[in-house]
């Protein structure tokens, strides 16, 4: 799938629009491959995974695009 970085916040995760969903994505630091949280700015274009956890669903395998 593809999203863009809605929001990052600065204890290291963030949230990911998708188009087409009303309901933005979280995602993890630790989730990103290929880039560090650091490099990361709102706007950027990414590709991931969607995955189950305890609080609902999130992104996973983030790879900026």
Do not use: C, Q, W
Not at 7 to 27: H, M, N, P, Q, V
Request: zero cysteines.
């Amino acid at each position: 799938m593809e999203g863009t970085i809605k929001k990052l916040t600065d204890k290291g995760f963030g949230f990911i629009a998708i188009e087409g969903e009303e309901k933005d994505l979280f995602f993890h630091g630790n989730e990103l491959v290929g880039v560090s949280y650091d490099e990361l700015k709102e706007g950027d274009r990414v590709s991931f995974e969607k995955a189950d956890s305890p609080k609902g669903e999130n992104a996973v395998k983030v790879t900026r695009i």
